[in-house]
């Protein structure tokens, strides 16, 4: 039996719509990271990226269950002694809630040279309005 490999540029192109309002953010972020990855198609390839598009509106009506709103904390550092910063999860997400979907999405990726390709493919809008109208069916 001979294995074949795929040519990514002759997979065809896939836009796929999700309305995320009342969804629960790591279900959402998980469902994007497997379209992402392109598992939903059978020419799945681990090492290759397929032409998966994925379109999130209404980012910022995520919902997060339990107390995670007030206990989940992000933390950033400036590299300088005493620069860590520390942010809970209701300021983040009110601040910019579409930043917050995608670096959830981008930790649900693996880690390897594929990683920021696939994320590119990700949009993220805040409401109902998008500009990608003509390419989803």
Do not use: C
Not at 35 to 59: C, D, H, T, W
Not at 68 to 86: A, F
């Amino acid at each position: 039996m001979k294995t074949t490999a795929i040519n990514p540029a002759k997979v065809p192109l896939n836009w796929h719509l999700i309305d995320a309002s009342d969804k629960i953010l790591g279900r959402v972020a998980s469902d994007i990271a497997k379209l992402l990855i392109g598992k939903n198609r059978p020419e799945f390839s681990p090492n290759q990226v397929l032409n998966e598009k994925v379109v999130v509106i209404n980012a910022s009506k995520l919902k997060v269950t339990g107390n995670k709103s007030i206990d989940k904390k992000y933390y950033t550092h400036s590299n300088y002694p005493g620069g860590l910063k520390e942010t809970n999860f209701e300021k983040l997400f009110a601040k910019n809630p579409s930043k917050l979907l995608v670096s959830t999405v981008k930790g649900m990726l693996p880690i390897n040279r594929l990683r920021d390709k696939r994320i590119v493919n990700l949009y993220v809008y805040e409401g109902d309005n998008h500009p990608h109208g003509g390419q989803i069916k």
